[in-house]
């Protein structure tokens, strides 16, 4: 019952990542946006990426029940929740300075993830851009490019934005993962319950899934996370090609834009 329950749980999580007002414009499900660049026969994009130095972010949202915290999000709130995720990634990025670490793995993941467009057929022009939050909390999921900078960028080709983050998902073990999301500007420049393109996310490892496979890292705490930080880096490092790699299967889904 336990694993059924959990299972459950994970699936309905998952429809309110797909549906929650949070994160989309409107629950009507798009084409999926390689197989509508497809149907246009278009060949080109433009792919927008966060212009800011690199740092461990949440790679995902507090209300989200993979982070592992459900009773402290019901009792507490997701802004708790919020709190600790902060937490983790300040120390991560603490710990990281005090070793020196400055790997900046956004660069390695744009290029490997424009190498996995080309296999699609499709060649991006990246574009650095400030993001700015469109939220009171710190959820990075609110995170994306001013609307003024938007509207600098030509209409054509069709423009895409990225949003990345790599860190733990979970806040009492502590799990090195990725997640990117990549959506149609449209979503921003021209919101509505119709969107043109569907979105798309990626959250390496996955662990919607149950069981994970393989078995994710993890550490017993962030004490551990932090006094092994060189490991945690490596693992973030390790999982980049990978997340990318899975952008063939998830450019396919028939989700709504995020």
């Not at 278009?42 to 212009?51: A, D, P, S």
């Not at 009792?75 to 902060?86: F, I, R, T, Y």
């Not at 939050?133 to 990075?140: E, I, K």
């Not at 994970?212 to 693992?235: C, M, N, Q, Y």
Request: charged share 20%.
């Amino acid at each position: 019952m336990k694993a059924f329950s959990t299972a459950v749980s994970r699936i309905a999580a998952g429809l309110c990542l797909a549906c929650g007002a949070v994160l989309i414009t409107g629950c009507a499900p798009a084409t999926p946006m390689f197989q509508q660049l497809e149907h246009d026969r278009t060949t080109q994009i433009n792919l927008i990426v966060e212009k800011a130095p690199f740092e461990y972010t949440p790679p995902v949202s507090p209300d989200s029940p993979i982070v592992g915290a459900g009773f402290a999000t019901v009792m507490l709130g997701s802004l708790a929740v919020q709190h600790k995720l902060d937490y983790i990634h300040e120390t991560l990025n603490q710990k990281a300075l005090e070793q020196k670490i400055a790997n900046d793995y956004r660069p390695v993941f744009v290029a490997a993830l424009v190498q996995e467009l080309s296999k699609l057929g499709i060649t991006a022009t990246v574009i650095p851009l400030p993001y700015e939050r469109r939220a009171l909390n710190h959820d990075r999921a609110f995170y994306r490019p001013t609307l003024e900078d938007l509207a600098k960028i030509p209409k054509e080709p069709p423009s895409f934005y990225l949003k990345l983050d790599m860190g733990s998902c979970t806040v009492y073990q502590i799990t090195p993962c990725i997640r990117y999301i990549l959506n149609s500007t449209e979503v921003e420049t021209a919101p509505g319950p119709t969107q043109k393109y569907g979105g798309l996310l990626v959250l390496e490892p996955n662990l919607w899934r149950v069981p994970t496979v393989p078995t994710p890292l993890r550490f017993d705490s962030i004490e551990e996370a932090g006094a092994k930080i060189h490991e945690f880096d490596a693992e973030i490092a390790r999982l980049v090609p990978l997340a990318a790699q899975r952008l063939a299967v998830a450019a396919r889904r028939r989700v709504p834009p995020r």
